[in-house]
C-alpha cells in the first residue's frame, strides 16, 4: 500500500505543471510597491511555483518598503530571480538591495546599479548626526544581505557610504550580481544547467521551455497605495489634515474642516509609515462610526459623508486582498462600486433613522422649540448655531442679521434645520 501512495505520489509530481510567476517594479518603490511584492511573493509560495522571476526598473524608494520586500525575498522558500531589464534600467539605492538579496541578481547590458546613500524624501538637508545614522543603518543592512547571498560586501557597501555606481559588467567583475543577460532568453539559457541555492536547498530549474510563466499583478488597492504612499502626496494629506484642524480650533463650529482634517491627518500617518497600517485603519474605521453617531444627533450631514468615508477608507487599509474570502471583494474595480454602495446606504440609514427619531417621535426635536442658543458665525440667511450640546443648520426667519456669540431663539424646524430668530442682547 506505502509503495502504491509512493507511486501515485511520484507520478503526480512528474504531471504537474511547472510554473514560474512573474513579478515586475517599475518606478519608485512605496508602500504600493511593498504590499505588491510581499503578497505575490506568499502566493507563488502558497501555490508551490518552481521559482520567481522579479522584473526592475527603480531610482529607488522609501527604507521601511524595501525592507518589506527584503524580508519576503529572504523568507520565500521559493527561488528569486531578479531581472534588471529592459536594457538601459537601473536598480538604484533601495533598487540595489533587493537586487542583491535575490538567489539570482541578473543585469541586462547598458544598465546601472548602486548609488544606494539614503537620502531625504524630498531631498531636504538633514543635520550631519542623523545623515551618518542613516548611513550606518542602511550600510549594514547591505553587508548583512552581501553575507547572506556571498556577494562582494565591500562595494556594496561603499554604494552605500560613497554612493559609487556600476555598469553591468563592472558589477558581474566585482562580484555583486550573478550574471550579465541581454534578454530573458539569455537570462533563461544562463541558468538552464546552473544551480541555485536557497534557504540551504539546491535548486536545479533546468530547461525553461518546460515552465509556464504566469505574471502576478497588482491588484486596485496597491495601485492607490502606491499613488497616495508617495511621500509628496503622502504629505500633503498629513499638511492638509493639520490645517484642517487648526481651523477647526480657530472657527469652532465649521465641521467640515475639522472632520475632513482628521481623516487627512490618520491617512498621512498611515501612508508614511509613522503608524502601524492596522492599528491606523482601526483608528479611522473607530473615527468613521463616531462621526456617523454624532451626525445622528447634529443638525447637519457633512459629519455622515465625512464618517462614512472615513469608515470605507479604514476598511480599504485594514482588508488585506491577499487574503481567499476576501480576494473577489478587492481585486481589480470590485472595490469602488462596492465603497459606493456601502457609503450611500450608511447615509441613507442616517437620515432615515433622524428622521423617524426627530420628527416622529413625539418627545423629539419639537421639544427644543423656545430653546435658547449661540449663534456659531455672522449670518444673514442661514448657518450653524450650537444648543443642546449640539451644532445645528439654522435659517434666520427674521429680517435682523445674526452676529456671531449672539443669543438666537428656536421659534420652528423644517426638517432638521432650525428656524431661529435673533434675541435682544
Not at 163 to 184: C, F, G, N, T
Not at 347 to 372: C, D, T, Y
Request: glycine content about 8%.
Amino acid at each position: 500500500m506505502l509503495r502504491l501512495l509512493i507511486f501515485i505520489l511520484i507520478i503526480f509530481s512528474l504531471n504537474a505543471e511547472k510554473v514560474i510567476n512573474t513579478i515586475t517594479i517599475r518606478g519608485p518603490i512605496f508602500i504600493g510597491v511593498a504590499n505588491y511584492v510581499e503578497r505575490a511573493l506568499a502566493q507563488a509560495n502558497q501555490q508551490y511555483a518552481s521559482a520567481v522571476l522579479i522584473y526592475i526598473d527603480t531610482p529607488g524608494g522609501d527604507l521601511m518598503s524595501t525592507q518589506k520586500i527584503i524580508q519576503a525575498i529572504l523568507s520565500s522558500q521559493v527561488p528569486v530571480l531578479c531581472f534588471v531589464s529592459p536594457s538601459g534600467s537601473m536598480a538604484a539605492s533601495a533598487g540595489l538591495l533587493i537586487l542583491i538579496s535575490c538567489d539570482i541578481a541578473a543585469v541586462t547590458p547598458g544598465s546601472t546599479l548602486g548609488a544606494a546613500t539614503p537620502v531625504m524624501a524630498a531631498g531636504e538637508k538633514i543635520s550631519e548626526d542623523m545623515r551618518k545614522k542613516a548611513i550606518e543603518i542602511v550600510a549594514s543592512l547591505a553587508k548583512s544581505i552581501s553575507e547572506e547571498k556571498n556577494r562582494n560586501i565591500e562595494w556594496v557597501k561603499k554604494a552605500v557610504t560613497e554612493a559609487i555606481a556600476a555598469s553591468a559588467q563592472e558589477a558581474l567583475s566585482e562580484r555583486v550580481i550573478d550574471l550579465v543577460a541581454k534578454s530573458e532568453e539569455d537570462l533563461f539559457s544562463q541558468l538552464k544547467t546552473r544551480t541555485i541555492k536557497s534557504k540551504d536547498r539546491e535548486h536545479q530549474l533546468g530547461d525553461f521551455a518546460e515552465y509556464k510563466k504566469i505574471p502576478i499583478e497588482q491588484n486596485l488597492k496597491e495601485h492607490i497605495l502606491q499613488i497616495l504612499g508617495s511621500p509628496e502626496i503622502a504629505g500633503l494629506l498629513l499638511s492638509l489634515g493639520l490645517i484642517g484642524i487648526a481651523l477647526e480650533f480657530y472657527n469652532p463650529g465649521l465641521i467640515f474642516p475639522g472632520a475632513l482634517g482628521l481623516v487627512f491627518l490618520i491617512s498621512g500617518l498611515i501612508l508614511l509609515r509613522y503608524v502601524p497600517i492596522t492599528i491606523g485603519a482601526g483608528v479611522l474605521i473607530f473615527v468613521g462610526l463616531i462621526m456617523i453617531i454624532a451626525d445622528f444627533f447634529a443638525g447637519t450631514i457633512i459629519l455622515g459623508v465625512i464618517g462614512a468615508v472615513a469608515l470605507l477608507a479604514g476598511l480599504f487599509y485594514y482588508l488585506d486582498p491577499s487574503a481567499p474570502p476576501l480576494e473577489i471583494t478587492l481585486s481589480g474595480e470590485s472595490f469602488l462600486p462596492l465603497a459606493a454602495g456601502l457609503a450611500v446606504l450608511l447615509l441613507w440609514l442616517i437620515l432615515e433613522v433622524r428622521k423617524a427619531f426627530f420628527i416622529q417621535h413625539p418627545s423629539g426635536i419639537n421639544m427644543f422649540k423656545g430653546q435658547s442658543g449661540i449663534a456659531l458665525g455672522d449670518f444673514t440667511t442661514e448657518g450653524s448655531v450650537f444648543f443642546q450640546g449640539t451644532i445645528w443648520k439654522a435659517r434666520n426667519i427674521s429680517k435682523k442679521p445674526v452676529q456671531k456669540n449672539q443669543k438666537v431663539k428656536v421659534v420652528d424646524f423644517d426638517g432638521l434645520v432650525a428656524k431661529i430668530e435673533p434675541e435682544e442682547n
